[in-house]
C-alpha cells in the first residue's frame, strides 16, 4: 500500500479536492468523544462538518462541559445527543466505531488504559502524555494494539505549512536544509475546566502542553534526530499571582529553545504568551534560499486568520508571498483549517487508505525535546538528547 504524506498536496490542492463531501451521503463512521471541553468541542464540530463521519455520543465526568456540547451541537446537528453515563459503556457500545480521547494532558494516558481493552481505532490529543515514562508505555501499546491510533498534531495541517512541507520535501525547493526556525507570539493560556492548564503537574509544562506541535514539525523538517537541547523559560507576566484550590501558578510564559540535529541542521524556538495578537512564523533556509510561512489570527471573536508563504527562490512564483488561507467553511471550523484535514486524515485511515498521521514514536520525540528543552532549562545545561532519553528510561524504544 502506497503511503499518503500529509504534504503531498498543496493546501490550495486540498481545499478543492473536499468541495463536494458534502454530497457523499450519510456519514459512514460513528465516533465517541470522551471529553467534552475546548479541544473535544471542537472535533465535534469539525467531524460533522467533513461530513464522513457522525458523532455517536459523548463522555465527560463534568457537567457544565457536555451542558455547552449539547448546546454547540444543537445549534449545527440535528442527529441525536447520547451521553454515557460511564466510559465502559460508551467503549463497549458496538455502534461505535472510533474514539477520540480529548480530556485534559495529564488524563490521557489512564484514559487510554480504560479503553485500551476495545481495540477500536482511537484518536489521542496532544500531548500524548505529560510524562515521558507514559509516552513510552503508550509508544509500546501502539506497536501490537489492533486498530489505528492517531496523535492530535493538527499543525501538521496548517495550510502554511502543508505548503512548506510541500515545497522543501515533495518539490525539494531549497536543496539540502540548513536551519529551521519557529516562533509563536500569542496571547496568555485560556480558561480550561478546573484551569488545570495552569499548572505544570497538570499540562505536563508550556513547552510539552503548547509547543510539542512545533516540535513536531522542526523534528520533520529537520528530517533527522535530535542530538542536543539548550532552553532558557520563565514565567514573566502570565498569573503570576495566580491561585485555583490554594496552589499558585508555576506555568512558563515565554521560552528560547535551541536544537541541533544529527545531519548538521541546526534550529531554533522562541515562544512568548503575553502578546496580544497570534503570530506564527516557520523560517526554513536551504542551500537555494529561504521559505517563510506565516500566520496571523486572532482570539477576537468573528477574525479571519491570514495565512501566507513566500518562496524566496529565484523564479519562483510565490516568491513575494502568496495567500495560502483555507476558504469558509474550513478556516472558521479548528485550528484555522487544520483539524478538518486532520479529521480527513484519521477517516481515510478507517477505510484503509494509507496515511502520514502523527503517530505516537513521533509524538514521543516531540515530547523527547520538549522535556529536554524544560530540562535544560531548568538547569542551566546542554542537554544531549540520547543521554537524557537513556535516563528517562527511553533506550529502549527510540533509535538514533
Given at each position: 500500500m502506497?503511503?499518503s504524506?500529509?504534504?503531498?498536496?498543496?493546501?490550495?490542492?486540498?481545499a478543492?479536492r473536499?468541495?463536494?463531501y458534502?454530497?457523499?451521503?450519510e456519514p459512514g463512521?460513528?465516533?465517541?468523544?470522551?471529553?467534552?471541553?475546548?479541544?473535544?468541542?471542537?472535533?465535534?464540530?469539525?467531524?460533522t462538518?467533513?461530513?464522513?463521519?457522525?458523532?455517536?455520543?459523548?463522555?465527560?465526568?463534568d457537567?457544565?462541559s457536555?451542558?455547552?456540547?449539547?448546546e454547540?451541537?444543537?445549534?449545527?446537528s440535528?442527529?441525536?445527543?447520547?451521553?454515557?453515563?460511564?466510559?465502559?459503556?460508551?467503549c463497549?457500545?458496538p455502534?461505535v466505531?472510533?474514539?477520540?480521547?480529548?480530556?485534559?494532558n495529564?488524563?490521557h494516558?489512564?484514559?487510554?488504559?480504560?479503553?485500551?481493552?476495545?481495540?477500536?481505532?482511537?484518536?489521542i490529543?496532544?500531548p500524548?502524555?505529560t510524562?515521558?515514562?507514559?509516552a513510552?508505555?503508550?509508544?509500546l501499546?501502539a506497536?501490537?494494539?489492533?486498530?489505528?491510533?492517531?496523535?492530535?498534531?493538527?499543525y501538521r495541517?496548517?495550510?502554511?505549512y502543508?505548503?512548506?512541507f510541500h515545497?522543501?520535501?515533495q518539490?525539494?525547493?531549497?536543496?539540502?536544509?540548513k536551519?529551521?526556525?519557529?516562533?509563536?507570539?500569542?496571547?496568555?493560556?485560556?480558561d480550561?475546566?478546573?484551569?488545570?492548564?495552569?499548572?505544570?503537574?497538570?499540562?505536563?509544562g508550556?513547552?510539552?502542553?503548547?509547543?510539542?506541535?512545533?516540535?513536531?514539525?522542526?523534528n520533520?523538517?529537520?528530517?533527522?534526530?535530535?542530538?542536543t537541547?539548550?532552553?532558557m523559560?520563565?514565567?514573566a507576566?502570565?498569573?503570576v499571582?495566580?491561585?485555583?484550590e490554594?496552589?499558585?501558578s508555576?506555568i512558563?510564559?515565554?521560552?528560547?529553545?535551541?536544537?541541533?540535529?544529527?545531519n548538521?541542521?541546526?534550529?531554533?524556538?522562541?515562544l512568548?504568551?503575553?502578546s496580544?495578537?497570534?503570530?506564527?512564523?516557520?523560517?526554513?533556509?536551504?542551500e537555494k534560499?529561504?521559505?517563510?510561512?506565516?500566520?496571523?489570527?486572532?482570539f477576537?471573536?468573528g477574525t479571519?486568520?491570514?495565512?501566507?508563504?513566500?518562496?524566496?527562490?529565484a523564479?519562483?512564483p510565490a516568491?513575494?508571498?502568496?495567500?495560502?488561507?483555507?476558504?469558509d467553511?474550513i478556516?472558521?471550523?479548528?485550528?484555522?483549517?487544520?483539524?478538518?484535514?486532520e479529521h480527513?486524515?484519521?477517516i481515510?485511515?478507517l477505510?484503509g487508505?494509507?496515511?502520514?498521521?502523527?503517530?505516537?514514536e513521533?509524538?514521543?520525540?516531540?515530547?523527547?525535546?520538549?522535556?529536554?528543552?524544560?530540562?535544560?532549562?531548568a538547569?542551566?545545561?546542554?542537554?544531549?538528547?540520547?543521554?537524557y532519553a537513556?535516563?528517562?528510561g527511553?533506550?529502549d524504544v527510540?533509535?538514533?
Amino acid at each position: 500500500m502506497t503511503r499518503s504524506h500529509f504534504y503531498n498536496e498543496t493546501s490550495t490542492e486540498r481545499a478543492e479536492r473536499v468541495k463536494d463531501y458534502s454530497a457523499q451521503g450519510e456519514p459512514g463512521f460513528k465516533l465517541l468523544i470522551v471529553g467534552c471541553g475546548m479541544i473535544g468541542r471542537e472535533h465535534m464540530r469539525v467531524a460533522t462538518l467533513l461530513g464522513r463521519a457522525r458523532i455517536h455520543g459523548v463522555y465527560d465526568v463534568d457537567a457544565n462541559s457536555i451542558s455547552l456540547a449539547q448546546e454547540e451541537f444543537a445549534k449545527y446537528s440535528a442527529q441525536p445527543f447520547q451521553v454515557y453515563q460511564d466510559l465502559q459503556t460508551g467503549c463497549a457500545d458496538p455502534e461505535v466505531d472510533a474514539i477520540f480521547i480529548c480530556t485534559p494532558n495529564f488524563t490521557h494516558f489512564d484514559v487510554l488504559q480504560q479503553i485500551k481493552h476495545s481495540g477500536k481505532p482511537l484518536f489521542i490529543e496532544k500531548p500524548m502524555a505529560t510524562r515521558l515514562q507514559d509516552a513510552r508505555s503508550m509508544l509500546l501499546l501502539a506497536q501490537d494494539y489492533p486498530g489505528i491510533i492517531q496523535l492530535g498534531m493538527q499543525y501538521r495541517y496548517k495550510s502554511q505549512y502543508l505548503d512548506a512541507f510541500h515545497e522543501v520535501k515533495q518539490q525539494g525547493s531549497l536543496g539540502a536544509i540548513k536551519t529551521v526556525t519557529m516562533s509563536e507570539y500569542r496571547p496568555p493560556f485560556l480558561d480550561k475546566v478546573k484551569q488545570w492548564n495552569k499548572f505544570n503537574e497538570y499540562s505536563g509544562g508550556t513547552l510539552v502542553e503548547k509547543c510539542c506541535h512545533y516540535f513536531d514539525l522542526i523534528n520533520l523538517m529537520a528530517g533527522a534526530r535530535v542530538e542536543t537541547v539548550y532552553a532558557m523559560s520563565g514565567q514573566a507576566v502570565n498569573f503570576v499571582d495566580f491561585e485555583y484550590e490554594g496552589r499558585q501558578s508555576d506555568i512558563d510564559d515565554h521560552a528560547l529553545v535551541v536544537m541541533r540535529y544529527s545531519n548538521g541542521v541546526k534550529a531554533s524556538f522562541t515562544l512568548n504568551m503575553f502578546s496580544q495578537e497570534l503570530y506564527e512564523e516557520l523560517g526554513v533556509t536551504g542551500e537555494k534560499g529561504r521559505i517563510l510561512a506565516t500566520e496571523r489570527s486572532s482570539f477576537t471573536a468573528g477574525t479571519r486568520s491570514k495565512a501566507s508563504i513566500m518562496v524566496e527562490v529565484a523564479g519562483h512564483p510565490a516568491y513575494t508571498g502568496l495567500d495560502v488561507t483555507y476558504p469558509d467553511p474550513i478556516e472558521p471550523s479548528g485550528h484555522h483549517g487544520a483539524t478538518f484535514f486532520e479529521h480527513e486524515a484519521f477517516i481515510d485511515q478507517l477505510e484503509g487508505k494509507a496515511q502520514d498521521s502523527a503517530t505516537c514514536e513521533q509524538g514521543l520525540w516531540a515530547m523527547l525535546v520538549a522535556s529536554a528543552a524544560q530540562h535544560s532549562a531548568a538547569t542551566g545545561e546542554v542537554v544531549a538528547a540520547k543521554d537524557y532519553a537513556t535516563a528517562q528510561g527511553l533506550a529502549d524504544v527510540l533509535a538514533w
